[in-house]
């Protein structure tokens, strides 16, 4: 029962951007950390970016400081990823994930794709 869908990944142009989001539902999601993946074709799976269950705390990869925001909303139940200034190299699969002392839980990942 423990369900989170992720959306709002698709097809940008070099520059623009999208926001990703990642609604849960079936656990308490006020006391998870949220972290957004990527994996890339013939790639490893890359942490992007995380942020604590108070939202105070957060943490970028190098490839995407600047450019890419992570917050939460608890009261929505709900996780984003804000990417601008997209380039080709951030096209993959982007997943989030949720994680509370022993328990963790995977989106089932949204494509994006920056292409001209």
């Known amino acids: 029962q423990v369900q989170l869908v992720e959306s709002r990944g698709g097809l940008v142009q070099p520059g623009g951007s999208l926001r990703l989001s990642c609604a849960a539902s079936?656990?308490?999601?006020?006391?998870?950390?949220i972290s957004w993946y990527r994996q890339a074709p013939g790639k490893e799976r890359e942490l992007v970016a995380t942020i604590t269950s108070a939202g105070g705390v957060v943490n970028y990869a190098d490839s995407v400081k600047g450019r890419f925001a992570i917050s939460r909303d608890n009261a929505q139940n709900t996780a984003y990823l804000q990417m601008n200034s997209l380039k080709p190299e951030d096209t993959a699969v982007y997943y989030c994930?949720?994680?509370?002392?022993?328990?963790?839980?995977w989106g089932q990942g949204t494509q994006v794709t920056v292409s001209p």
């Open positions: 994930f949720l994680k509370w002392t022993s328990l963790a839980y």
């Open positions: 079936g656990l308490t999601f006020s006391r998870y950390a």
